[in-house]
């Protein structure tokens, strides 16, 4: 079983950055997919940036455009999201996910684990 937990979520004003981060526990992180979406207001949950087990392939929503990173630490067991240049849109609840398979997927259905979320909000 793997337990994940979010941090680095809080208020920023548009145009800011904030770096989101997801530490893992239990299982074996080097082996995981890992990922994130978000829930916006009113929405459902949506898929963000995923990575795969390897580092080596990285996938993104396209309203990412290009602010977004999300990288991995396989000996620290994080997995965390660099947002640049946030927007009022950008205001969700974010969730880290990761995934047996160890690929980097964008369907809620193929993560296994899922951590609580944590809060955004981007205010303009």
């Known amino acids: 079983q793997v337990q994940l937990v979010e941090s680095g979520g809080g208020l920023v004003q548009a145009g800011d950055s904030l770096r989101l981060s997801c530490t893992a526990s239990?299982?074996?992180?080097?082996?995981?997919?890992l990922a994130w979406f978000r829930r916006t207001p009113g929405n459902e949950r949506e898929f963000v940036a995923s990575i795969m087990w390897a580092g080596d392939m990285t996938f993104y929503a396209d309203f990412v455009q290009g602010r977004f990173t999300i990288s991995r630490n396989n000996t620290k067991k994080t997995v965390d999201l660099q947002m640049n240049n946030l927007k009022v849109e950008d205001t969700a609840v974010y969730f880290c996910?990761?995934?047996?398979?160890?690929?980097?997927?964008?369907?809620?259905?193929?993560?296994?684990?899922w951590g609580q979320g944590i809060q955004v909000t981007v205010s303009s």
């Open positions: 996910a990761a995934a047996r398979s160890g690929l980097a997927r964008q369907k809620e259905s193929q993560y296994d684990y």
């Open positions: 239990g299982g074996t992180f080097s082996n995981l997919g």
